[in-house]
């Protein structure tokens, strides 16, 4: 209900307390003498919140006043509070600052390494790639703008696709086009996938209907992004790249985790140049022997791992035996996906910086890099808390502690460096193999 009008009511101020009307009123109205708060307040730089305030208020009138050395604790206690505040405002702008300028100098090294790698190092790739100069600020990061172009030029074109020409752009095209088409045709043929549907459900007598799964995992592909989802920007180009391969190579088909790394190069490179990335990539050796399911040479490779395990880190290496902790259970999902499924877009994109210069000898490292990274809370789990902490990795994985780790890892061991430990363990394989024997 709104207060007469003419009423005193009417004329009374929101901003002042009940408590300030009624001792104003004791004390004989608007042209009494100030009270001893109210110079306490007209001394403050500042009108304090009425929360705030409180300790300065003088007690209602009913009750006896405020000693002299209550009312100056209280007055000081204020002051400290205001103190702390501002100290604490001061450190938030301070550290907010501090933010600014590392923001700034990250954008000011990005543009000098940006100019770098287009007016020096792209133009003179063979001459230059393998330089200690050029490999060291290759370590650092590659920026995103040239990210693409470095890739495809260290991964290399051995299929020999045909690239297209600005002239001619078709030219690459023709293979893809072959390969996709064929992919359409059976997607046609092919019944409705359910969520059930599962890699292992697929033949391996005919690899191309593994097709039929590419729909369900362009979904689970970083749904946070949204991009590759049904209606999303990228989602026809990752199916089409991912169903053009599958009829590329039907030896190989689709297999899961292909989709994220097809969707890590589409994300960095044209669709030609994404194609023709995907094909060279998965035709690693590595790639190559983990897609196609060669268990013998998956061994191997987890063998070898080991080796270099048990040397950069033997105390973990005995507890992860003692608790018969293997390393197919963490080691499959990181290889699969080469790391983009596990660590943060944009760290997985700087592990594939150095993967692509330096091969299938550093998805290991970095796997030995992450297990030093976590090796003290991992030597104080069991079986299923390492197991989880590694098979879902922390959110904010911290980039350049990692990158610290990685490079702490030696990959020269007793055995040798990786290529002669993985070539003997290949050997020895072999030897014992009652099939090869025969």
């Known amino acids: 209900m709104l207060p007469p009008r003419g009423g005193a009511a009417s004329t009374r101020d929101p901003r002042r307390t009940p408590q300030e009307y009624e001792t104003e009123s004791s004390r004989g109205g608007p042209g009494s003498p100030p009270s001893p708060r109210q110079n306490v307040r007209k001394n403050l730089a500042f009108e304090p919140l009425s929360t705030t305030a409180l300790i300065l208020e003088d007690r209602p009138a009913n009750l006896p006043a405020k000693p002299a050395e209550e009312a100056q604790k209280h007055r000081q206690q204020y002051e400290e509070m205001v103190a702390q505040a501002k100290k604490k405002e001061l450190k938030e702008a301070q550290k907010r600052r501090k933010q600014q300028e590392q923001r700034c100098k990250l954008e000011e090294s990005i543009g000098t390494a940006v100019q770098i790698w287009n007016q020096d190092i792209l133009p003179n790739w063979t001459t230059l790639c393998t330089s200690r100069r050029v490999r060291d600020l290759w370590w650092q990061g590659v920026p995103p703008s040239v990210r693409g172009k470095v890739w495809s030029l260290a991964v290399g074109n051995e299929l020999n696709i045909t690239h297209g020409t600005v002239e001619n752009p078709s030219l690459w095209s023709e293979l893809y086009n072959i390969c996709l088409a064929r992919a359409k045709e059976k997607w046609k043929s092919l019944p409705t996938p359910t969520s059930n549907t599962e890699p292992e459900d697929v033949g391996s007598s005919d690899r191309e209907s593994s097709l039929e799964l590419i729909k369900l995992d362009i979904s689970r592909t970083f749904p946070h992004l949204c991009i590759f989802q049904q209606g999303g920007p990228y989602h026809d180009v990752l199916h089409s790249v991912l169903g053009a391969y599958t009829c590329y190579r039907p030896d190989v088909g689709y297999v899961q985790g292909m989709s994220f790394i097809a969707a890590v190069l589409i994300l960095n490179l044209e669709t030609a140049d994404a194609f023709i990335a995907f094909s060279n990539l998965l035709n690693k050796p590595c790639q190559m022997a983990f897609f196609r ?127 002669q430990v993985l070539q003997t363990l290949q050997r020895d394989q072999e030897r014992s193999s009652p099939v090869l024997k025969r």
């Open 293 to 419: 399911v060669d268990h013998s040479l998956m061994l191997t490779y987890f063998a070898a791992f080991e080796v270099f395990f048990e040397e950069n880190l033997p105390k973990l290496f005995a507890h992860f035996k003692k608790n018969n902790l293997t390393p197919d259970i963490y080691l499959i999902d990181w290889i699969f996906t080469l790391y983009s499924k596990s660590l943060p877009l944009d760290l997985a994109c700087r592990v594939w910086d150095v993967f692509c210069r330096d091969g299938e000898e550093f998805l290991f490292r970095t796997a030995l890099g992450l297990l030093h990274l976590y090796r003290e809370a991992l030597q104080c789990m069991d079986f299923i808390q390492m197991a989880q902490l590694l098979t879902r990795l922390p959110d904010l994985v911290p980039g350049d502690r990692l990158f610290q780790h990685i490079a702490a890892v030696h990959m020269t061991g007793r055995a040798g460096k990786w290529p």
